[in-house]
């Protein structure tokens, strides 16, 4: 079974609009942090915001917030205010703790493309 | 600092050539992984360092490749009689060991890959 789904492999929006990127995750380990990470066309990795598994609050980083919804193992990335700038590759990974792996596993992305 | 860096940025080579790629992970970074993703996908695990031990390698990671991380600071990934199926981009990334799940993983710009 995939351990991360991002089932939306193109997303368009308008500037200056919200956009919801979907993840759904697979885990029987109870701590897991989940990570959304940002690609533009450069190449480069970038990290925008994370989410323990015991963490009560859903998290926020500027425009960015992680809808996690833990009994539906869902953790959605929320962009407000879409940019331009934000056009790119998005991926969601997970790492998972009690096994001690510290690589992360991550989904097969979604390609947002922002439009004036 | 300047980030994680790897070099070279392209390389194209020929079939059953071998191949040698360089990253230098953040100063301070104690853990270094290296990943491949190939098009449309995201990327997966091959192996994982802290300090100068090789602690993990995926099934990936088949015979004809080998890391290493001499001195517990930059690395190298060796493809040994490169075969089409290696064509891919490479990524370097680097983190802090502090063991705390949500230790963000810092990526380099990656170095693409194109077997002939």
């Known amino acids: 079974a995939q351990k991360i789904t991002q089932t939306q492999p193109g997303m368009f929006v308008q500037e200056k609009e919200a956009v919801t990127l979907d993840c759904t995750y697979d885990t029987s380990d109870p701590s897991y942090g989940l990570f959304w990470y940002k690609q533009p066309s450069s190449g480069e990795m970038i990290f925008l915001i994370y989410?323990?598994?015991?963490?009560?609050q859903n998290a926020t980083e500027g425009r960015y917030s992680l809808n996690f919804q833990k009994a539906r193992k869902s953790a959605n990335l929320v962009i407000s205010a879409s940019q331009l700038g934000d056009s790119a590759m998005y991926f969601c990974?997970?790492?998972?703790?009690?096994?001690?792996?510290?690589?992360?596993?991550f989904g097969s992305g979604t390609r947002l493309q922002v439009q004036p | 600092d300047t980030g994680v860096s790897q070099d070279p940025r392209h390389k194209i080579t020929k079939r059953g050539q071998n191949v040698t790629f360089r990253c230098d992970p953040i100063s301070e970074h104690n853990r270094l992984y290296w990943y491949r993703q190939t098009l449309g996908q995201g990327p997966e695990f091959l192996t994982y360092f802290q300090n100068e031990a090789q602690l993990e390698k995926s099934r990936l990671l088949s015979d004809r490749f080998s890391a290493e991380r001499p001195k517990g600071s930059f690395s190298t990934l060796e493809i040994q009689r490169t075969e089409q199926g290696d064509s891919a981009m490479y990524l370097c990334a680097s983190s802090l060991g502090t063991g705390d799940m949500n230790t963000e993983a810092f990526f380099g710009q990656g170095t693409r890959l194109t077997v002939v």
């Open positions: 990974a997970m790492r998972e703790g009690a096994t001690g792996r510290r690589a992360l596993t």
């Open positions: 989410q323990g598994s015991y963490d009560q």
